[in-house]
């Protein structure tokens, strides 16, 4: 009787394992699952996250490898960074560019935009703002050739205003360590918008004054330059190039009110190069949808020109930067300011014309967007942005009776909405206050596309 006892407790005692392990793996299942769809969740956000970044900030470097190999593809977009890259090193969402050849990339953009100004409509005008051609091509999976022409204000001649410019041409060449070397004329990695320019890349039908009026945008120069993506986060770029040729400044128009340097760019054209110039930035990604970074170009810009009173002044220009994604939200703001030294000679020459060069400049903003509707073939995301800056804010001391009054901290709102139709299409409408000069209060429409 002990043994049939012993059996059944044996026999029960066996049953009882695998119920008791079947509800212990149950349970573990049961959380396990839960943990998938966690998982699943945060990655999904990461890749939403992610896409915007990769978006603006890789497209280029992207598709010109996309003919190679996947190895290759991975290696270009590391090497590019608004947005944001070197800030944002390269464009905004757009289609697959078209392939001329199994190494040739052709892409391109451009913007048409209509602007009606709030007290005097008379002055209402449409304007073809830019076209142009890019041509990416790779001699092998490190080497490649980036070229880009644009056509500015529809007509170009003698007697119209329109532009025909080389906006980059370089070389660049990628080392096993992510080191990667270029030469020729390539943007200068400062703030959020020079490198990272097309209409599909930033909100609001015209681009914002910090980075045009102080950072003159679209800025290329010619020279070498170096930069590399560590596994940290950080990107670093460094160059020397040419600089600005102060000999060009007119104290008898506005040009220089409106963009000091903009006013005195060279742009590659025969660039007078006996004064050069260096640049560095730095940006941080160490967290998804977010960039953290800073630049600075600086540089004698008399250019040993002769008879010339101002051939030791130097530029310095800086700036800092930072851009956040997270989810539908799109958050940015710019600090960026210049000085101009050893100028006291010279703009008493300038005495009794309007225009004389100033010592200090500088410019902020602080944007927010908000993607509030999206579906397979439309996204709508309004945005409200402030910025102040002024171009002449302060000037070199001058004899008695030649001082200068400096120029108003201008603060202009602009709030509208950017229509993305699929991913290189955008409708822009806008309105912009301003707060010194309220003649330029305007309503702005645009439509712009890249590939």
């Not at 990769?54 to 992207?62: F, I, L, N, P």
């Not at 078209?98 to 007290?119: A, F, I, K, Q």
């Not at 980036?146 to 532009?163: P, Y």
Request: proline share 5%.
């Amino acid at each position: 009787m002990k043994k049939n006892i012993l059996a059944q407790a044996v026999a029960l005692a066996l049953m009882a394992s695998p119920l008791a392990a079947s509800a212990s793996e149950a349970e573990l299942l049961k959380r396990l699952d839960k943990l998938a769809a966690e998982v699943e969740q945060l990655k999904a956000e990461l890749a939403a996250t992610k896409k915007k970044t990769d978006t603006v900030e890789k497209r280029q470097d992207a598709l010109a490898a996309a003919p190679v190999a996947p190895a290759a593809v991975v290696a270009a977009s590391a090497g590019t960074a608004p947005a944001v890259t070197a800030p944002v090193s390269t464009a905004a969402a757009a289609s697959p560019a078209t392939m001329l050849g199994p190494n040739t990339v052709l892409s391109s953009y451009g913007e048409v935009n209509y602007t009606r100004p709030r007290h005097d409509s008379s002055k209402s005008q449409a304007d073809v703002a830019r076209a142009v051609i890019g041509i990416t091509h790779r001699f092998d999976e490190k080497t490649k050739m980036v070229a880009e022409f644009e056509w500015e204000h529809a007509v170009t001649s003698a007697s119209d205003k329109g532009e025909t410019e080389v906006e980059q041409l370089y070389v660049e060449r990628e080392f096993n360590n992510g080191l990667r070397a270029k030469g020729g004329l390539f943007l200068i990695p400062a703030g959020l918008l020079n490198t990272n320019h097309e209409p599909t890349a930033y909100y609001g039908v015209y681009r914002n004054f910090v980075e045009t009026a102080i950072i003159p945008s679209t800025w290329r120069e010619a020279g070498l330059g170096l930069s590399q993506t560590l596994d940290n986060g950080i990107t670093w770029d460094t160059g020397l190039t040419t600089g600005f040729d102060l000999s060009k400044w007119d104290a008898t128009t506005t040009d220089g009110r409106t963009s000091p340097l903009g006013s005195i760019h060279q742009e590659g054209q025969m660039a007078k190069s006996h004064d050069l110039s260096v640049f560095g930035a730095l940006n941080w990604r160490g967290v998804p949808g977010l960039l953290l970074g800073g630049s600075v170009f600086t540089g004698k810009i008399g250019q040993k020109t002769p008879d010339f009173a101002a051939q030791d002044a130097r530029l310095t220009l800086w700036d800092l930067h930072a851009r956040y994604t997270p989810g539908k939200w799109d958050l940015s703001a710019v600090y960026a300011r210049g000085t101009i030294s050893n100028t006291e000679a010279l703009n008493q020459t300038f005495a009794g014309n309007p225009t004389p060069v100033p010592s200090s400049f500088y410019g902020w903003y602080t944007q927010a967007a908000y993607q509030l509707w999206k579906n397979s073939d439309y996204t709508l995301t309004p945005f409200l942005r402030y910025e102040r800056f002024n171009t002449a804010n302060s000037y070199a001391a001058m004899p008695a009776g030649l001082a200068v009054a400096t120029g108003p901290n201008e603060g202009v709102w602009t709030v509208g909405t950017n229509f993305n139709v699929g991913e290189g299409v955008v409708l822009k409408a806008d309105y912009q206050k301003f707060k010194v000069d309220t003649a330029r209060d305007r309503f702005n429409l645009g439509l712009g596309y890249a590939f």
